[in-house]
């Protein structure tokens, strides 16, 4: 890049686009930021599961208030994902350490005794299988952490982030990019609908799928992760909550052909079905949906490829969202990468003092690879190794799953079991998954490992006394429905991470 960067402009107004512009005005306030967005193609709609670094990202990198978010994106809690999945009736996957840890008067690390059923193995899992948010203080008050990632409707964190991206002085504007001036710098203008030429020093492409600056005017190939994850379209559904308990987690249950999600709002019901066109058509899927979800009104399919595009910065484009590239939403890691790659950017800039070279976009591009690849890995784990169904989908992915960058950890695993003995040479620092993320897949999918170690009897009381005590600690929680009543209490306090009654 030839000149300072003063003028940015993000073509797309969908959660990545205003992501983007507000962390790059809320972090460089003297910085010109433009959204450009079309409100006839629309954003996708869908996108509402999230990991806790979005959280992290909007209150404490950004420091929007817990309170303001709450008021008017009105996210609810997810403490992880609820796994229906391999032989078990069912496991979860908190964002907590679960099985990774020492627990005191044991001598393994607690993945070690997780043979049989590990519902209450750490607390926030044991809040899981209880169906609580949160757990409650001595005082009666809840224990609200900062181990939770939000449920959010798509349409509404869009228009929460619109409302922000206002106050926070980014200008919206209304339009269509009709068409692209390109030079050897990379992008030169974007030809508006109505004759207007808008120009920049930094174009941030989050465009969605059409990826129009990154990939349709840069021509930047794209990566497919088609070797390990065969889902390529979703349908999705819901219906307006009636008496159903809000859950504090994401369910991820086995299909037929792929899995189904559903995401709890305050008074709706998400749930969508994530299939390989290979393997089923889409009318086949639209009825096991609905067979499977019997409250589902009306549907649409969504189609995807999962991968990226080789390069996310080139040359004056940096894409980020959909445009740069997408992983099948088990996981749901898109608005966490969005968020982390923000904020990529924006120390990118920082750094530079406004002029960032290729040198620097170099190692933004070997950052985002990592990521991509950290969650398409261990995504592979989830795929390879479900044996709960018996179906063509199944068995063809038991078979040709491409572990890709997890092979190593699951070859060290299949031998020696959950030991973190070699977590600094088997796993990324980058990946958000971490070990454990690895270990709760791989033994709530009760993949047999050879060096068996038994625990002694002192050992497995122990264990179950640890548990028990978890479960306890659960039961007197507060559901997601009573931590509401309670933040919106007026004499409710949100203080940085944690609420106060
Ligand atoms: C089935 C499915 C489930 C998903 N579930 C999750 C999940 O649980 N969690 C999660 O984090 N993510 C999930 N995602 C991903 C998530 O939806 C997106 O990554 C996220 O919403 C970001 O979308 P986006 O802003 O990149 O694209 P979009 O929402 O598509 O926005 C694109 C924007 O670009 C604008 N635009 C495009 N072309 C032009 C043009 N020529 N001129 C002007 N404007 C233009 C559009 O108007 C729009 O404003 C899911 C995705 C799919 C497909």
Redo the contacts with the bound molecule.
């Keep these: 890049m030839t000149a300072p960067v003063r003028r940015v402009v993000v073509?797309?107004?969908?959660?990545?686009?205003?992501l983007a512009a507000i962390t790059l005005k809320m972090r460089i306030p003297q910085l010109d930021v433009t959204v450009?967005?079309?409100?006839?193609?629309?954003?996708?709609?869908?996108?509402?599961?999230?990991?806790n670094y979005?959280p992290e990202h909007l209150h404490a990198y950004l420091g929007i208030p817990v309170g303001d978010v709450f008021a008017d994106a009105e996210p609810l809690w997810k403490l992880g994902v609820r796994f229906l999945w391999g032989p078990r009736p069912a496991f979860h996957y908190p964002f907590t350490t679960q099985v990774d840890r020492p627990e005191q008067g044991l001598s393994q690390r607690v993945g070690y005794y997780c043979d049989d059923d590990f519902a209450f193995a750490d607390r926030t899992a044991a809040l899981m299988a209880a169906g609580r948010a949160f757990g409650r203080l001595d005082n009666g008050a809840p224990l609200i952490e900062r181990n939770f990632a939000y449920h959010l409707e798509?349409e509404r964190f869009?228009g929460f982030l619109e409302r922000q991206a206002a106050r926070v002085g980014v200008t919206v504007r209304e339009?269509?990019?009709?068409a692209v001036d390109r030079d050897d710098g990379g992008i030169a203008a974007l030809r508006?609908a109505g004759g207007d030429v808008v120009t920049a020093d930094l174009y941030v492409d989050?465009?969605?799928?059409?990826s129009?600056l990154l990939g349709e005017a840069l021509d930047e190939p794209f990566d497919s992760f088609d070797s390990t994850l065969f889902c390529d379209r979703?349908i999705?559904g819901g219906w307006a909550r009636g008496d159903e308990p809000i859950l504090p987690y994401?369910t991820a249950e086995t299909m037929n052909a792929g899995w189904c999600?559903q995401?709890e709002h305050e008074h709706r019901i998400n749930r969508?079905y994530?299939y390989a066109s290979a393997f089923v058509s889409d009318d086949e899927a639209e009825r096991e949906f609905r067979a499977r979800c019997p409250k589902v009104a009306n549907t649409r399919v969504?189609?995807?490829v999962s991968g990226s595009r080789r390069r996310a910065w080139v040359k004056n484009v940096v894409g980020?969202?959909?445009?740069a590239g997408?992983v099948?939403?088990l996981e749901?890691?898109?608005?966490?990468?969005?968020c982390a790659a923000s904020q990529a950017l924006t120390a990118s800039l920082i750094d530079s003092a406004g002029s960032p070279d290729a040198v620097l976009a170099t190692q933004f591009n070997a950052y985002c690879t990592r990521l991509w690849n950290a969650i398409r890995n261990f995504l592979a784990v989830h795929y390879r190794f479900n044996t709960r169904l018996d179906s063509a989908f199944w068995r063809a992915c038991r078979a040709d799953v491409d572990l890709a960058g997890a092979a190593p950890i699951v070859e060290y695993y299949r031998a020696h079991g959950p030991t973190s003995l070699w977590a600094d040479t088997l796993i990324d620092p980058l990946d958000p998954f971490r070990l454990d993320g690895y270990f709760t897949l791989l033994i709530g999918q009760q993949v047999p490992y050879r060096h068996r170690w038994t625990a002694p009897v002192a050992e497995t009381r122990r264990w179950q006394d640890v548990k028990a005590g978890y479960a306890d600690l659960a039961r007197s929680g507060f559901t997601i429905a009573e931590a509401l009543t309670l933040v919106r209490s007026p004499q409710g306090q949100w203080s940085p991470g944690f609420f106060r009654p």
């Design positions: 073509l797309g107004g969908g959660s990545a686009g205003f450009l967005r079309s409100k006839e193609i629309g954003i996708i709609g869908v996108g509402e599961g999230t990991t979005v798509n869009v339009t269509t990019v009709q508006l989050c465009s969605g799928f059409r129009e979703a999705v994401t999600w995401i969508g994530v969504v189609r995807f980020i969202g959909n445009a997408f099948e939403p749901a890691t898109a608005l966490f990468v969005i």
